[in-house]
């Protein structure tokens, strides 16, 4: 093999010995486990001194009853029980789009949907302090924080990448993640590659390994649960029926056979309606509040939807129409049935949901509002508690 020399391999093995003496969860669990006394009544299935195995005992092993001792931990964020551990992005100078090559070179190409206030420079250091402030409300509540930061001056298959901000695109279920293949304006553009790296950040630093990337014409992006056994799924410019056809097989073997997919037809084209506060990600138009409770945006969901909301015995909760617009107001962070995250400007929103009965932890997030995204988008949920289920 070719060896890369002068300043440039120096500079190499260096981020090499770097890499290769961070310790991370599952070195700490791999010394764990060197110091026990191993024997082989440890080993699943084991009959005894001299009799032979059976084959078709390992065969119905469930991975999930051997995921915990392989890497030293459990994960999954598939329901509303109470949150444990979440990743954020550490907010990073190279994620401001007002520096990034394309928006010189093609402003209105860039400029998806007329939504970007390109006379808007995020304040990055602002936004840093509204990350930390975040991490400290999830902290106060019982949740880990993980930080995950990105290579300096990351690129994506098409150029520089941007948004890095957005942790949620990395969906983490029982056992491991999904990989999206997004499908829109600035996710080919400089983002494609993105959720990729997510992915091996959460294997190499938790232990979390990917069950699914999306291939082919697929298009999906991730989508909410209401309840352990309810996953709404928003069905439009960033998800196609080849995407989630592709990942509700892996959904039901994980979650239950049960679970009930409710695919939400996002009205329009668009990513995000500046008119209306309609959104092709279920996560800004549909939120758990409890076992049978939901926040939604009314404009942004399909009749199908509200049909079934009905019928299954929701409690409704709208958001306002004003604050949807300007703060996304229906995207929230479920903390525990009963206790949620909300944007601290859509306060009509939060009152209502608090007239429901549920308690509102407020966050301010201003500055990511900018990028068309809200808290939910922040946040890599990593792993929950079982919480309620509605059906089963």
């Given at each position: 093999?070719?060896?890369?020399?002068?300043?440039?391999?120096?500079?190499?093995?260096?981020?090499?010995?770097?890499?290769?003496?961070?310790?991370?969860?599952?070195?700490?669990?791999?010394?764990?486990?060197?110091?026990?006394?191993?024997?082989?009544?440890?080993?699943?299935?084991?009959?005894?001194?001299?009799?032979?195995?059976?084959?078709?005992?390992?065969?119905?092993?469930?991975?999930?009853?051997?995921?915990?001792?392989?890497?030293?931990?459990?994960?999954?964020?598939?329901?509303?029980?109470?949150?444990?551990?979440?990743?954020?992005?550490?907010?990073?100078?190279?994620?401001?789009?007002?520096?990034?090559?394309?928006?010189?070179?093609?402003?209105?190409?860039?400029?998806?949907?007329?939504?970007?206030?390109?006379?808007?420079?995020?304040?990055?250091?602002?936004?840093?302090?509204?990350?930390?402030?975040?991490?400290?409300?999830?902290?106060?509540?019982?949740?880990?924080?993980?930080?995950?930061?990105?290579?300096?001056?990351?690129?994506?298959?098409?150029?520089?990448?941007?948004?890095?901000?957005?942790?949620?695109?990395?969906?983490?279920?029982?056992?491991?993640?999904?990989?999206?293949?997004?499908?829109?304006?600035?996710?080919?553009?400089?983002?494609?590659?993105?959720?990729?790296?997510?992915?091996?950040?959460?294997?190499?630093?938790?232990?979390?390994?990917p069950l699914l990337t999306v291939t082919g014409k697929g298009v999906w992006v991730t989508g909410v649960f209401i309840a352990d056994d309810v996953y709404c799924q928003g069905m439009g410019v960033e998800t196609n029926w080849e995407g989630l056809n592709q990942v509700a097989p892996v959904l039901k073997r994980v979650c239950g056979e049960n679970l009930h997919i409710q695919p939400i037809r996002t009205p329009g084209w668009k990513y995000f309606d500046k008119y209306t506060g309609a959104n092709t990600h279920a996560g800004m138009v549909i939120g758990g509040l409890d076992t049978n409770k939901v926040l939604v945006h009314t404009a942004g969901i399909d009749i199908d939807t509200h049909v079934w909301l009905r019928k299954s015995g929701y409690t409704i909760v709208e958001a306002d129409l004003e604050e949807q617009i300007k703060h996304s107001a229906a995207a929230i962070v479920n903390l525990e049935p009963g206790h949620v995250m909300m944007h601290a400007r859509a306060k009509k929103t939060i009152a209502a949901v608090e007239r429901a009965g549920v308690q509102v932890t407020p966050i301010d997030y201003d500055e990511y509002n900018k990028y068309g995204a809200a808290i939910t988008c922040a946040t890599m949920l990593i792993d929950r508690d079982p919480g309620p289920r509605k059906f089963s």
């Open positions: 093999m070719a060896q890369i020399k002068g300043t440039e391999g120096e500079a190499l093995s260096e981020k090499r010995r770097s890499h290769s003496f961070a310790v991370t969860e599952y070195d700490r669990h791999q010394e764990v486990l060197r110091q026990r006394d191993w024997k082989l009544k440890d080993v699943p299935f084991y009959k005894g001194k001299g009799k032979q195995h059976d084959p078709f005992d390992w065969a119905n092993l469930d991975y999930l009853d051997a995921y915990q001792q392989v890497y030293g931990r459990r994960c999954g964020s598939g329901g509303i029980g109470k949150l444990r551990e979440v990743g954020i992005v550490r907010p990073s100078p190279d994620d401001e789009y007002s520096n990034h090559p394309y928006f010189h070179e093609d402003k209105a190409y860039m400029n998806r949907d007329g939504f970007f206030l390109l006379s808007d420079k995020v304040d990055i250091a602002k936004l840093a302090d509204e990350a930390a402030a975040f991490a400290d409300a999830f902290e106060k509540n019982g949740v880990k924080v993980y930080w995950v930061e990105y290579p300096e001056k990351p690129i994506a298959a098409f150029g520089p990448m941007m948004n890095m901000h957005s942790a949620a695109e990395l969906l983490v279920l029982p056992g491991g993640s999904i990989i999206p293949k997004k499908g829109y304006a600035l996710a080919p553009t400089a983002g494609l590659g993105r959720a990729e790296y997510l992915a091996r950040w959460a294997f190499w630093n938790l232990g979390i390994p």
